[in-house]
Nanobody, 121 residues
C-alpha cells in the first residue's frame, strides 16, 4: 500500500504564494507520473499540473507562468509552488500518482486526502 500526504495549504491573499508538498510513503518500486489536481465547490476535479519521473511537465492553461511543479525522486515527494494566486485558484488540491509497489505487481493509482487552498480577494 502507498499513502500520499499533502501539506502546505492555507489561506492567502490574492497575489500571494503557497507551496504544496505531497509525500509518498509505503512500498514503492516505481512511481510514474505525479500530478496535482484541484476541485472547487460545485465543479469537477481538474488537472493542475503533472510531472513525469524524468522531469517532463505540463500545466493547465489557467496556471501556466504562475505555478511550478517539481519532484524529488529520492524522497518520493511532489511539490507545487503557487505564485500570483487568484481567488479562482481556491479549491481542494489533491496529489495523484501511479505506483508499482513491488516487481511484478500491478500498477495502481493513488490519491491523497487533499489540502485546502483559499485565496481571498
Amino acid at each position: 500500500q502507498v499513502q500520499l500526504l499533502e501539506s502546505g495549504g492555507g489561506l492567502v491573499q490574492a497575489g500571494g504564494s503557497l507551496r504544496l508538498s505531497c509525500a509518498a510513503s509505503g512500498s514503492i518500486f516505481i512511481m510514474y507520473v505525479m500530478g496535482w489536481y484541484r476541485q472547487a465547490p460545485g465543479k469537477q476535479r481538474e488537472l493542475v499540473a503533472a510531472i513525469s519521473n524524468s522531469g517532463n511537465t505540463n500545466y493547465a492553461d489557467s496556471v501556466k507562468g504562475r505555478f511550478t511543479i517539481s519532484r524529488d525522486n529520492a524522497r518520493n515527494t511532489l511539490y507545487l509552488q503557487m505564485n500570483s494566486l487568484k481567488p479562482e485558484d481556491t479549491a481542494v488540491y489533491y496529489c495523484n500518482t501511479d505506483v508499482i509497489s513491488v516487481p511484478g505487481a500491478r500498477r495502481l493509482n493513488y490519491w491523497g486526502q487533499g489540502t485546502q487552498v483559499t485565496v481571498s480577494s
